[in-house]
């Protein structure tokens, strides 16, 4: 990008070539927010100063931040995640990067068709007024989005390109329909992934979410489950690496069968002990589970019933607690360990899931805490066959749940626990009762939604062909607009019949649409491959533009999305690469999260009713103030309480920065000091900044100030210079509006970030403390890098230092180079 037409650079600051002298300016003017910030919005809009070529003699630097939802307005927690990233951005656009910044909404969702129930606004009206809401706040925010590559999730143009992806997937296998027991939120009438239930309630709603049998659409996530456990390549916190091989959840054991007593049935289970496999003394299913319908007895049925129709209340963060009773029912049937040759009775447990694994688990209670304290609830058996020293015990106060060596276990009897999960899993495969299995805690992703607001999913159901994907050239399947909304739930596509009602693309007979729409979360799976040409119709992207900005270089957003948008979003591009539409497999090179603002004890959010409004501030402080304030409130990666009354400490000092960039110049010499204090903090601001730690940079660049408010001379313009610099990606209208009165006939925006030079930066001269004792007695100015001794030898000069040693001998002296000196005498 063009550096030129800036401010020339002065004594040990570099800027771009060509750069003219500024004047300083004739005379004081007063820092008016309000009037600065708006002419510089129109300047910046006419100037087209966000508008990012494609092609540039700067390397190529994309740049994304997670795009928001249009509630209707930006509120302080928006501001904190999109003010830094927009520093960032600018930043990095500073060293000498073509940098892409740009923005779109994330515009379907849940939240949007419960407000038209309550209010009767179509959630279409809504979302467009919210949108152009938002887009005026991010005006003010001053952000340096290319607003030319706006994608909204909500328009045919962009989810048509959804339905593309899921007819891709389907082609594939990746994409299927299964009844499958999913998670039900009551209120929003609708079913959530696992993802979306944080601890056992809606994500949205913070409703207690319910299990319910329904025929869904799923994309099978866990076909790449492997791949998703590595990282390699690609810069992520580790936090972030952690939540998701966690939820991914690998566990390497064996997988079995036990056959059903008296009856053809089989059932499957996984165990990562095979070698405990001779101490299953009854079995667990999940009460989901298919068999327990066919094998309850009909003793038994009534209970069993009652306690299958109780769990389907329980979420399954209250059944798997562990501060829970562990509670169940026997189900009077018998399964045979096939290793043992016994009858083991088979109960059903809330404490199975059928969504882990197979949905039942062989109970040893001798080896597991949760087996164990069922069994001793129940009376059922106990039988160790792991001991920690091969000797056989009886009576177990508790369960042992480490390695030992096997007994009981006929001949796998003396083997160690790593010998005998070979020896059994080979065993049983050579039998074909099972084998060695590896098993994931990741399930594929739900992504049917029995919501309006949403992508249709493009498939015709044919009573004479059965499922049938709606042809490429008939999308996008659009959503009418003409639907009733109603509060008893379900989904109004289900209801409006001109939508439901169709031609089968096959045979041409009568058919219907599918009435359920995505999952939210297919939408930012990929928005950022719309990004770089939002118009193209003829692809989901243009991939010769998408070339020189592809994979993102860098990405922010919040952790909360470390297994929902950020896993999703992997998993869709490994897809789509084999598929062979991209080029790579990880959408984002380098990503960092920031924290959360947190207010009245939660985090601020509009479902919360704890929201800030920014423009109020804005309207009173300016904008840069709160973009100031945003970074300054504390390490950005960690978050911080809401607490407005640090914002005028920082108003103060960009008053403090308008003074002395417009006080007018003065006479003098150098000042060497001052020269490199300019330049170590410009080398600790580009540090901080690299590691996005803002709230250190702002804090150096304070301290800068002060340091020149009372200084002269052309060291004081220099350092004035370096100041409005450093200081331009975190406040850039104050600093655009001083730029140019100093003589800028450019953009501050467009000049290049200064570099410290690290001889100047060099300490001269330093303070060098005194102590006797460890009482300090003198402070000496010296010149700095001096060597032990010499340092020493300075500090028993001091005559403050001899009087306090009152003819006592040093018996060792401790040094801190070009810090301190401590005589020591006892």
Known sequence: MSAG???????????????????????????????????????????????????????????VTMFPYPSGDLHVGHWYAMTPSDTAARFVRMRGHNVLFPMGFDAFGLNAENAAIRTGVHPSDNTERNMANMRRQFRLMGAMIDWRREVVTCHPDYYRWNQWLFLKLYEKGLAYRAKAPVNWCPKDQTALANEQVINGLCERCDTPVTKKDLVQWFFRITEYADELLTFEGIDWPERVRVMQTNWIGRSEGAEFSFGVDGAADRIPFFTTRPDTIFGATFMVLAPEHPLVDKITTSARRAEVDAYVAATRQATEIERTSAERSKTGVDTGAFAVNTFTGERIPIWIADYVLATYGTGAIMAVPAHDDRDFAFARTYGLAIREVISADGTEHTDLALAYTGPGVMVRSGRFSGMTSEEGKRAVAEDAKERGIGGPSVTYRLRDWLISRQ?????????????????????????????????????????????????????????????????????????SSWYIYRYP????????????????????????????????????????????????????????????????????????????????????????????????FMGFMGPWTAGADWDASGIEGVHRFLHRVWDIATAPPSGGVRDAELDGYVHRTIAKVTLDLEKYHFNTAISALMELSRELLHASGPSRGDGVRTLLLLLAPLAPYITEELWERRGGTTSIHRERWPEADLATAARREITLVVQVDGKVRDRLTAPAGLDDAAAEAAARKSERARAALAGRPVTHTIVVRDRLVNLVTK
């Open 451 to 523: 919501r309006y607001w949403g992508t249709p999913i493009p498939i015709v159901h044919c009573s004479s062909c059965g499922i049938v994907p709606v042809p490429e050239d008939q999308l996008p399947v659009e959503l009418p607009y003409d639907v009733e909304f109603t509060p008893d739930g379900g989904s109004p596509l289900a209801r409006k019949r001109s939508f439901i009602e169709t031609t089968c693309p096959s045979c041409s007979g009568p058919a219907e649409r599918e009435a359920d729409t995505m999952d939210t979360f297919v939408d």
């Open 533 to 628: 040409d939002p118009r193209i119709d003829t692809a989901f992207m243009n991939e010769a533009v998408a070339k020189k900005w592809l994979p993102v270089t860098r990405y922010t957003g919040g952790i909360e999305h470390a297994i929902l948008h950020l896993l999703y979003a992997r998993f869709v591009c490994k897809a789509l690469a084999d598929l062979g539409h991209l080029w790579f497999r990880e959408p984002f090179t380098h990503l960092r999260n920031q924290g959360t603002i947190v207010f009245k004890g939660s985090k601020m959010s509009k479902s919360r009713g704890n929201v800030q409004a920014p423009d109020e501030y804005v309207a009173r402080y300016g904008a840069d103030t709160l973009r100031l």
């Open 5 to 63: 037409g800036g401010v020339m650079a002065e004594q040990n600051v570099r800027a771009a070539p060509g750069s003219p002298a500024p004047d300083e300016p004739p005379r004081k003017a007063r820092y008016t927010p309000a009037a600065i910030e708006e002419k510089w919005r129109d300047r910046w809009e006419r100037d087209r100063l966000a508008a990012t070529p494609d092609d540039s003699s700067d390397p190529n630097f994309y740049f």
